[in-house]
T-cell receptor, first 111, second 111 residues
Framework: EPEVTQTPSHQVTQMGQEVILRCVPI?????FYWYRQILGQKVEFLVS????????KSEIFDDQFSVERPDGSNFTLKIRSTKLEDSAMYFC?????????FGQGTRLTVV | EDQVTQSPEALRLQEGESSSLNCSYT??????LFWYRQDPGKGPEFLFT???AGEEKEKERLKATLTKKESFLHITAPKPEDSATYLC????????????FGTGTRLQVFP
């Protein structure tokens, strides 16, 4: 069964460093998303991406964040100058038309 | 502001003891309501999409229903493997396909 794949599963980084979270969406999907979930809180939308550009972003998704689809299969989230409050689970999702399918997440820990 | 509220926060059931989880929503222009299952440390796993009041969907021991103000996830004769957090999310408004999540109901089923 097709699935969304995320790497790494866990990333520890020092405050102020840059991290890149990687995702391989389901192959025939056209819509891609990043969400995050801070421990004990709800899943929050960050950004959606369609046709090689951002289609929508939340207030959380400020200049510290960027997304890219560098080739036909990968979708990345870059977080520059990480802060302690960026520690969370980051989920990539993809959609063909309606339902979004999520990856298993990357646990980002900023120390 | 669009809001999704789930109740109860936590539910403990004996194996075989049927119950219902509630998701109430206040949104402008509901386009779809989604149920996901989330196991600890994992990404949300898609269960159902409901689009209009009166619609019902079933999968094994789960049945989701939708009214104009809320959705229910009915669990019939649950088993311990049904233990998970169940998330409700809505898509609302034009020109957006982001999901707005509730905080979830943490279900524990004891043998």
């Amino acid at each position: 069964e097709p699935e969304v794949t995320q790497t790494p599963s866990h990333q520890v980084t020092q405050m102020g460093q840059e991290v890149i979270l990687r995702c391989v969406p389901i192959s025939n999907h056209l819509y891609f998303y990043w969400y995050r979930q801070i421990l004990g809180q709800k899943v929050e939308f960050l950004v959606s991406f369609y046709n090689n550009e951002i289609s929508e972003k939340s207030e959380i998704f400020d200049d510290q964040f960027s997304v890219e689809r560098p080739d036909g299969s990968n979708f990345t989230l870059k977080i520059r100058s990480t802060k302690l409050e960026d520690s969370a689970m980051y989920f990539c999702a993809s959609s063909g038309h309606t339902e979004a399918f999520f990856g298993q997440g990357t646990r980002l820990t900023v120390v | 502001e669009d809001q999704v509220t789930q109740s109860p926060e936590a539910l403990r059931l004996q194996e075989g003891e049927s119950s219902s989880l509630n998701c109430s929503y206040t949104v402008s222009g509901l386009r779809g309501l989604f149920w996901y299952r989330q196991d600890p440390g994992k990404g949300p796993e898609f269960l159902f999409t409901l689009y209009s009041a009166g619609e019902e969907k079933e999968k094994e021991r789960l049945k989701a229903t939708l009214t104009k103000k809320e959705s229910f996830l009915h669990i019939t004769a649950p088993k311990p493997e049904d233990s998970a957090t169940y998330l409700c999310a809505v898509q609302a408004g034009r020109n957006t396909d982001k999901l707005i999540f509730g905080t979830g109901t943490r279900l524990q089923v004891f043998p």
